[in-house]
């Protein structure tokens, strides 16, 4: 009797133990299979190794994990930041980061998933390329032209890598090119270019200085005698217009003019000398009979 009970227990446990290894495989296999698809992600589903779906965001999705494996794959802007050291068609060593803006095109990802990878093997290829893309513009740069036009040289990266674009089915957004470094002896050769550069221009700005400054002094004086020769040719001019009018007037009414003329620039104080001469001075003289019957 006591030894059917204790089979009978031991069938009870065991019993208990498998249904509990269900419930948990069950479960397991359960939470395993439910898939959420978050904002920004597609998801890809191959069952057996072969490529049978893409999810994307919305709801709860099941797919049995015992046949079935899911990749996701990040559609987001995304940023790579890679460093390189290269050498510039010029021979100068150069080091810097390249930040690269990039995104994965939504429509793309089973044909990505079906020719390139998984989603780390893809960012492992991309940033290969965008690193070569990167040398390749260095090589074909000079230094200075670096320098002097750091961001015409995120336009030169940016459009060695859009031929690999469709490649990798990508699009880039954006890149910057920042920290650039250099050799201390090309750092030297540049200050000391950049000062050359500087008294180069300051010398030219006094010459032309100069230039300008003669130019108007110049200028100025063509000014002063183009306004005496023009005052002298008024003053000619008018001489010629009175004359005329002098000429047309009659006796009498020059005599008047001169008669006036004299009274308005008299002082007050007799001649101390007589001058005679033509009838047109006498009327000067003629202008003073009160005074010089007074004394």
């Known amino acids: 009797m006591e030894e059917k009970f204790k089979k009978s227990n031991q069938a009870g446990i065991l019993f208990w133990i498998i249904a509990l290894m269900i419930v948990i495989v069950v479960g397991v296999t359960l939470v395993t299979s439910i898939n959420i698809v978050s904002d920004g992600t597609v998801v890809v589903v191959r069952r057996f190794g072969e490529i049978q779906e893409t999810l994307t965001p919305g709801g709860f999705n099941i797919r049995w994990s015992w046949w079935h494996d899911v ?145 108007l002094e110049l200028d100025v004086a063509r000014l002063q005698g183009q306004a005496v020769v023009v005052a002298a040719e008024a003053d000619a001019r008018a001489l010629e217009v009175l004359m005329e009018i002098w000429t047309d007037l009659s006796g009498d009414v020059r005599e008047i003019m001169l008669r006036q003329q004299a009274l308005e620039v008299w002082d007050g104080a007799l001649p101390q000398t007589l001058v005679t001469g033509a009838d047109d001075f006498s009327l000067i003289l003629d202008s003073f009979p009160s005074a010089a019957t007074n004394d």
Do not use: C, K
Request: hydrophobic letters at 40%; a negative charge; glycine letters at 4%.
């Open 71 to 215: 990749e996701t794959f990040d559609i987001r802007t995304r940023e790579a930041n890679i460093d390189f050291n290269a050498y510039s068609i010029d021979a100068q060593n150069v080091r810097g980061q390249v930040s690269i803006q990039y995104r994965i095109n939504p429509g793309s990802v089973q044909l990505i998933a079906r020719e390139l990878g998984t989603a780390e093997q893809l960012e492992s290829m991309i940033w290969a390329m965008f690193n070569q893309q990167i040398l390749n513009t260095i090589a074909s740069r000079d230094a200075m032209y670096m320098i002097e036009s750091m961001y015409l040289v995120n336009g030169d990266i940016q459009n060695m890598i859009i031929p690999h674009q469709d490649a990798f089915h990508i699009t880039v957004t954006n890149v910057a090119l920042e920290g650039l470094q250099f050799s201390e002896a090309f750092r030297n050769a540049v200050d000391q270019r950049i000062v050359a550069n500087q008294h180069q221009e300051q010398v030219r700005i006094e010459v032309e200085t100069q230039r300008l400054q003669a130019e």
